[in-house]
Every structure is written in C-alpha cells, then in structure tokens.
C-alpha cells in the first residue's frame, strides 16, 4: 500500500527554521510530481509548495517565496520542505502529496492522489 509519511514537525520560535520531510514507501512514485500543503485551525488546506519529478520546475505560494524551499532525492523516495524565517502565521498541520497524473507540478489538492497523515508546526511569538 502506498503511503507518505511525513516528518520534522515542532515547536520553534519565530524567526526559527525547520526542515520537513516526506517519505514514501509501499510504492514508487517515480515520475510523480510532489507538493506542500497546510492546514491551520479553522481554515480551509492551501497549497504551499511544489516540484516537478526532475526536481526542475519549482511553485510556491507568495506567502512563503523567499522563505521556503523544496526540494526532492528521487533516490531515496523523499521530498523535503525547508522552511526558515518562520513566523507565527506559519503554523498549521504540513501534508506531503504525490500527483500521478503528470510529472510537473500542481498547485491544487485535487490534482494529487496519495496524502501523508500530516506533521504538525507550531510558532511561537
């Protein structure tokens, strides 16, 4: 069974980094295009980041662009969100997911098939 797990999640201060990450197993996900969403309390899931199968092609939302970077190794089945100069807004649950319809990129949930279970980041002020 395919499945995203996602990881790095926590508690940091704002100005503060954190890199996630997101693996997947059960699967291959080769050729599949990846992204970033969140999630934070009482607001709809928006999309964050994503990138492209050969790691070529890269979107992000304004809100982040500067400030978040993601990144993939095909070889380890991973993909990974840098995230630095946090700021409280920042907090939300982090979800990985993978698109199998095309290897570019997707800035919609309903271009993506496969979900993680989310990993949760909290800014403090």
């Known amino acids: 069974q395919a499945q995203l797990v996602e990881s790095g999640g926590g508690l940091v201060q704002a100005g503060g980094s954190l890199r996630l990450s997101c693996a997947a197993s059960g699967r291959t996900f080769n050729g599949y295009g990846m992204g970033w969403f969140r999630q934070a309390p009482g607001k709809e899931r928006e999309f964050v980041a994503t990138?492209?199968?050969?790691?070529?092609?890269?979107r992000y939302v304004d809100s982040v662009k500067g400030r978040f970077t993601i990144t993939r190794d095909n070889a380890k089945n991973t993909v990974y969100l840098q995230m630095n100069s946090l700021k409280p807004e920042d907090t939300a649950v982090y979800y990985c997911?993978?698109?199998?319809?095309?290897?570019?990129?997707?800035?919609?949930?309903?271009?993506?098939?496969?979900w993680g279970q989310g990993t949760q980041v909290t800014v403090s002020s």
């Open positions: 990138i492209s199968w050969s790691g070529g092609s890269t």
């Open positions: 997911a993978a698109r199998s319809r095309g290897t570019g990129t997707g800035t919609m949930e309903h271009e993506y098939d496969y």
